[in-house]
T-cell receptor, first 108, second 114 residues
């Protein structure tokens, strides 16, 4: 069964802290996505990756194919980073399977 | 700016009533998707369409219907057969090729039962 699991479910941190959100998946994938859902509900695609590492501003996404694991890191976190972060995977040519999300709250 | 527009933002349904959620995109994307989001669960696929005048059921299609008469539009009807329609509904679109492209999402419609 194709499954995507995220941890932690909820994460609260002080402004400036380094944040790590984890995503594990059950079998081999063709691509993995990290998404950000704002408090109003809209979703933005942050990264799509199938190997290695990608960086955009203070956000870094990594994936380890052998360990079936991906991480999303946020450096120098800021209150505006507060959102739900969702991991989603393409298993082969099938449609996206989504994790349940990690709710991140950054306290000033 | 190109994007996906969902309307309305909030919608209320009386029992026995059908309601239609609108989704329009000006990204020239071929594929469009409807997802349902419930608290504590990942997004679940209701229907998707890869080309005009064609669509396929997703994982939870029962009680829903769609049409794809134009490339830009993919409306979702929540019928009275859907017994638990209260949820957040998200529309998305993507290019077909190359495969596994990032999906662009709308801002969602929150549906509640009166």
């Amino acid at each position: 069964k194709n499954e995507v699991e995220q941890s932690p479910q909820n994460l609260t941190a002080q402004e400036g802290e380094f944040i790590t959100i984890n995503c594990s998946y059950s079998v081999g994938i063709s691509a993995l996505h990290w998404l950000q859902q704002h408090p109003g509900g809209g979703i933005v695609s942050l990264f799509m990756l199938s190997s290695g590492k990608k960086k955009h501003g203070r956000l870094i996404a990594t994936i380890n194919i052998q360990e079936k694991h991906s991480s999303l890191h946020i450096t120098a976190s800021h209150p505006r980073d507060s959102a739900v972060y969702i991991c989603a995977a393409h298993f082969g040519n099938e449609k996206l399977t989504f994790g349940t999300g990690t709710r991140l709250t950054i306290i000033p | 700016d190109g994007g996906i527009t969902q309307s309305p933002k909030y919608l209320f349904r009386k029992e026995g009533q059908n309601v239609t959620l609108s989704c329009e995109q000006n990204l020239n994307h071929d594929a469009m998707y409807w997802y349902r989001q419930d608290p504590g669960q990942g997004l679940r696929l209701i229907y998707y369409s890869q080309i005009v005048n064609d669509f396929q059921k997703g994982d939870i299609a029962e009680g829903y219907s769609v049409s794809r008469e134009k490339k830009e539009s993919f409306p979702l009807t929540v019928t009275s057969a859907q017994k638990n329609p209260t949820a957040f509904y998200l529309c998305a679109s993507t290019r077909q090729a190359p495969p596994n492209q990032p999906q662009h999402f709308g801002d969602g419609t929150r549906l509640s039962i009166l």
